[in-house]
Nanobody, 126 residues
Framework: QVQLVEAGGGSVQAGGSLSLSCVAS????????MGWFRQVPEKGREGVAS????????YYSDSVKGRFTISRDNAKKTLYLQMNSLKLEDTALYYC???????????????????WGQGTQVTVSS
């Protein structure tokens, strides 16, 4: 069992930066593929980025590639998302998630993730 708690959301102007974190409980965090997702009202969750247990496999959606950076610290059981050059369309509720299955080409599928955080709101304004 893994519990995930996100932090770091807030409001920022377009072009600005925010950093999200996700702290995990439990002793097996280092074995999980971790991901960040986001959701806006009336839409499904969109995969933003994913990172393998050893950080050797990293994946991004095309919409954030080059602007967002995912990383993890297994010793601290913490997942990070550095978001730069934020755009209005980045406004969403951001979730972290943990998957027992290895990261791979299906990293953005919601169904492959076993545990989810409660979400943290990111609002980008003009």
């Amino acid at each position: 069992q893994v519990q995930l708690v996100e932090a770091g959301g807030g409001s920022v102007q377009a072009g600005g930066s925010l950093s999200l974190s996700c702290v995990a409980s439990g002793n097996t965090y280092s074995k999980y593929c971790m991901g960040w997702f986001r959701q806006v009202p009336e839409k499904g969750r969109e995969g933003v980025a994913s990172i393998s247990p050893g950080s050797n496999g990293i994946y991004y959606s095309d919409s954030v590639k080059g602007r967002f950076t995912i990383s993890r610290d297994n010793a601290k059981k913490t997942l990070y998302l550095q978001m730069n050059s934020l755009k209005l369309e980045d406004t969403a509720l951001y979730y972290c998630a943990a998957a027992l299955a290895p990261c791979g080409s299906t990293w953005s599928w919601e169904s492959r993730y076993n545990y989810w955080g409660q979400g943290t709101q990111v609002t980008v304004s003009s």
